[in-house]
């Protein structure tokens, strides 16, 4: 089993910045591969950026260039900086964990407790 438990978020400006953190416990070995992703109301959850355990990275398109995902292992923390924030970017954001290669697909075994991003214009 393992546990991720969120931390940041909260509300930013169009253009602003802010930092996710999700701190994994438990099972650590299987979190081969961590990702971000987000869901806004009405709408489907969709991933965001994720990390393998060798520091590969992919991300949504429209994230390329703005969020920067990374890991520390010595922590077991995985972060998404979030830099020119976009009202388009507002949702719930979530963390997730699996051994399994999904990348962006949101099948991921272990997921965080969710933190609100809401970026006003």
């Known amino acids: 089993q393992v546990q991720l438990v969120q931390s940041g978020g909260g509300s930013v400006q169009s253009g602003g910045s802010l930092r996710l953190s999700c701190a994994a416990s438990?099972?650590?070995?299987?979190?081969?591969?961590m990702a971000w992703f987000r869901q806004a109301p009405g709408k489907e959850r969709e991933g965001v950026a994720a990390?393998?355990?060798?520091?590969?990275?992919t991300y949504k398109d429209s994230v390329k260039g703005r969020f920067t995902i990374s890991q520390d292992n010595a922590k077991n923390t995985l972060y998404l900086q979030m830099n020119s924030l976009q009202p388009e970017d507002t949702a719930m954001y979530y963390c997730a964990a699996d051994r399994r290669e999904l990348w962006l697909l949101p099948r991921y075994a272990y997921w965080g407790q969710g933190a609100q991003v809401t970026v006003t214009s």
């Open positions: 990390i393998d355990s060798l520091g590969h990275t």
């Open positions: 438990g099972d650590t070995y299987s979190n081969s591969y």
